[in-house]
């Protein structure tokens, strides 16, 4: 089992394909590990593998874990909420459709923040996600099950969604590849709105390759999706082996001290090796993006609290209160039904949007936003690529920041401004480093984006860089 359990998506389909692997017994083996799921990644997981006819496609046989924001015909999908809890959707997701049209199979639904709203996994209502390198300590936030299912051994792949770095970041505190692509990109019909003009979704994988095998089956146009348009031309699998070229940009903006040490230390281990394989690091500016984390948190919450507003107690979930009046039954299943972190958000969002204020704080924010968007079209008229830390620090511990939003909220610090700008961006582990205060060493990812649409690009560079690094650390006891 452990020989399967170490192959790559790219490698276990094409051993499918050739009738070198049983596809039932690959599904077989990866159904036993999500079953023995120490980590709280699944909150619903396949009970039986079973026989099934394997699809010819590029992910025939392949296992995916996909996070519980994604519609599941007939299978539970909470959002991570109590809410919603015990709903069974009458349809499939357009991204997990097209993946199973691909070949691939439904391992289980991830855990994931409440309504994709968090940084550290610890506001699901079905309790924190673990970090496979050090259980007291985060995995990252909102996709962190699906993170921490990759990076533990529970599953070949996932899907995530990032609003403002929720793929990237946990894909960074965990030691995997996060690829958040061009919003439009894949469609996000079926998928549990947060913050519709910024949520996407994208692939969690060990690797590079696997990233683009996963991004090739989901893109493109959806007709139930007014803003998905794909990607021109589609996506092959990345064999690009050096840098030669192509020009990297350093945000000033973004490079002050805004992070540890240790992730400074391989921040800067990873431009030189950008730099031994013939790429060139230059500055350039970014002057509206250390706005960022102001305009998203306006803009996110704003979107959030008219999204969510359908739960209610009527049109959508769970329904609380006694023999009161309506206005009592609305107040009781809300106050009931979403958790601190969600409510925060929604009244934040709210008032942002109230009558007085829509246009000092949601106006404003919006224009940040259109800056933010003209910054990096004009940076990348200059470079490829700009790139920076995915996030400030390696993974924090558990309760570590739970009391401080402002402190958890800076952890998409470097996530955010590409959100804002709509652009692709990934996260790929560059190296390990310690905690300010030692203990042992754990991942650092290091993002590149690029510009819209450019996702071929951004993976041929990442897969170049990926190799140079050649990070083949696990979690203890994972196979690898």
Known sequence: MGELLGLTVAQAAAKIAAGDVSA?????????????????????????????????????????????IFCTEGTPTTAGSRIIEGY??????????RLDAAGARVLGKTNMDEFAMGSSNENSAYGPVLNPWDRGRVPGGS?????????????????????????????SLCGIVGLKPTYGAISRYGMIAFASSLDQ?????????????????????????STSVGIEGG?????????????????????????????????????????????????????????????????????????????DGVRYGMRSGGDGDLLEMYETTRAEGFGTE??????????????????AYYGQAQKVRTRIAEDFKAAFAEVDFVVTPTSPTVAFGLGEKTADPLSMYLNDFFTVPMSLAGIPAISIPAGLAE??????RLPVGFQIAAPAFAEQKLLEASYALERAIGFDARPEGVDG
């Open 24 to 68: 039932a017994e690959y599904f077989g083996a990866w159904q036993g590990a999500a079953a023995g799921d120490e980590l709280n990644a699944y909150l619903w997981s396949v009970e039986n593998a079973g026989d099934y006819e394997v699809k010819d496609g590029p992910l025939g046989g392949i296992p995916v874990a996909v996070k519980d």
């Open 88 to 97: 069974r959707p009458p349809y499939t997701a357009t991204a997990v459709r």
């Open 143 to 171: 996709s962190g099950g699906s993170a921490a299912a990759v990076a533990g051994g529970l599953a070949p792949c996932a899907i995530g969604t990032d609003t403002g770095g929720s793929i990237r970041q946990p894909a």
């Open 201 to 225: 979704c994208g692939p969690l994988t060990r690797d590079v390759t696997d990233a683009a095998l996963l991004l090739a089956a989901m893109q493109g146009r959806d007709p139930c999706d």
């Open 235 to 311: 996506i092959a699998a990345p064999s690009r082996e050096d840098l030669k070229g192509l020009r990297f940009g350093v945000p000033s903006e973004l490079a002050r001290d805004t992070f540890d040490a240790g992730v400074r230390a391989v921040f800067e281990a990873t431009l030189a090796r950008i730099e031994e394989l013939g790429g060139e690091i230059a500055e350039v500016a970014l002057p509206s993006a250390e706005h960022g984390i102001s305009a998203y948190y306006v803009i996110a919450p704003a979107e959030a609290s008219s999204n969510l507003a359908r739960y």
């Open 342 to 359: 969600v409510k925060r958000r929604i009244m934040l969002g709210t008032y942002a949007l109230s009558s007085g204020y829509y246009e």
């Open 435 to 440: 905690p300010e205060g030692g203990g042992r």
